[in-house]
């Protein structure tokens, strides 16, 4: 097999300190959920200001606020909007699904992870678009196991878009995570052999993030030079969660 050394393994301690930054993330979506932040009427920019507020009440930074550039504190991507939505005064709208992505920065260590939330009343071939590509997620992480592979969790994901009729945007790939937000590998949404198969080993720690569209999974930069967006205008579905592989398996640190 390829070498790691450009893998930055973590140790069991490492692991556990990121367990506490992943702790802290999935409060703050429970938040989101248990406060009814993302909801018709609100804005982009408020879900973003609501974020990063929780992230400080913690005493932990925001991972993406001024990362490249970035302006906000949370990618909020919006229907078409598959991903880096920066959070605007747009407003939502019931029917509306809304992907927010979030990462912080505790004690060192990063943890980064995203849902897409179906506003109000959502159509129904959404609802199944929503429920698959989390389904896609779950699978990919049951394959975050010592002696599998990148190219086995790539087809995990892949499966259920193909199985599904749904585009899948493969310009996008999941990554590994630590000390820095996006550390080697790569981890694509497909069976992709663009780069060698990396067996996975104890101690790695991934962010993975199927991104499924109605439509096409072509996509294009827009015009703030940040949001990723469908090429036809069908919309999208975004999920991710910070995985540690340990010796039992998946350990899903930003888990709810």
């Given at each position: 097999?390829?070498?790691?050394?450009?893998?930055?393994?973590?140790?069991?301690?490492?692991?556990?300190?990121?367990?506490?930054?992943?702790?802290?993330?999935?409060?703050?979506?429970?938040?989101?959920?248990?406060?009814?932040?993302?909801?018709?009427?609100?804005?982009?920019?408020?879900?973003?200001?609501?974020?990063?507020?929780?992230?400080?009440?913690?005493?932990?930074?925001?991972?993406?606020?001024?990362?490249?550039?970035?302006?906000?504190?949370?990618?909020?991507?919006?229907?078409?909007?598959?991903?880096?939505?920066?959070?605007?005064?747009?407003?939502?709208?019931?029917?509306?699904?809304?992907?927010?992505?979030?990462?912080?920065?505790?004690?060192?260590?990063?943890?980064?992870?995203?849902?897409?939330?179906?506003?109000?009343?959502?159509?129904?071939?959404?609802?199944?678009?929503?429920?698959?590509?989390?389904?896609?997620?779950?699978?990919?992480?049951?394959?975050?196991?010592?002696?599998?592979?990148?190219v086995d969790i790539g087809r995990a994901i892949e499966h259920q878009a193909r199985e599904n009729g749904y585009g899948?945007?493969?310009?996008?790939?999941?990554?590994?995570?630590?000390?820095?937000?996006?550390?080697?590998?790569?981890?694509?949404?497909?069976?992709?052999?663009?780069?060698?198969?990396?067996?996975?080993?104890?101690?790695?720690?991934?962010?993975?993030?199927?991104?499924?569209?109605?439509?096409?999974?072509?996509?294009?930069?827009?015009?703030?030079?940040?949001?990723?967006?469908?090429?036809?205008?069908?919309?999208?579905?975004?999920?991710?969660?910070?995985?540690?592989?340990?010796?039992?398996?998946?350990?899903?640190?930003?888990?709810?």
């Amino acid at each position: 097999m390829p070498s790691t050394q450009k893998i930055r393994l973590k140790t069991p301690d490492e692991v556990q300190a990121m367990a506490a930054a992943g702790e802290d993330l999935a409060e703050v979506f429970r938040a989101l959920r248990r406060e009814g932040i993302v909801r018709p009427g609100i804005t982009a920019r408020e879900i973003d200001r609501f974020a990063e507020e929780r992230i400080v009440e913690q005493g932990n930074l925001p991972a993406f606020k001024g990362y490249h550039g970035f302006p906000g504190s949370a990618c909020v991507s919006i229907d078409d909007e598959v991903v880096h939505g920066i959070p605007g005064d747009r407003v939502i709208e019931d029917g509306d699904v809304v992907s927010v992505d979030i990462g912080l920065i505790r004690e060192g260590w990063h943890a980064d992870s995203a849902e897409t939330i179906g506003v109000g009343t959502v159509r129904p071939e959404v609802e199944r678009l929503l429920r698959v590509t989390q389904q896609a997620l779950a699978d990919g992480i049951d394959a975050c196991r010592p002696g599998k592979s990148l190219v086995d969790i790539g087809r995990a994901i892949e499966h259920q878009a193909r199985e599904n009729g749904y585009g899948l945007v493969e310009s996008m790939a999941g990554h590994g995570i630590g000390r820095d937000l996006h550390e080697e590998p790569q981890v694509f949404n497909y069976e992709s052999f663009r780069v060698p198969n990396l067996e996975l080993e104890v101690g790695m720690v991934l962010a993975l993030e199927p991104m499924f569209n109605l439509g096409t999974g072509r996509v294009r930069v827009g015009r703030d030079e940040w949001t990723i967006v469908t090429m036809d205008g069908e919309w999208s579905a975004h999920f991710e969660h910070t995985v540690a592989i340990t010796e039992d398996g998946p350990w899903v640190l930003t888990a709810r």
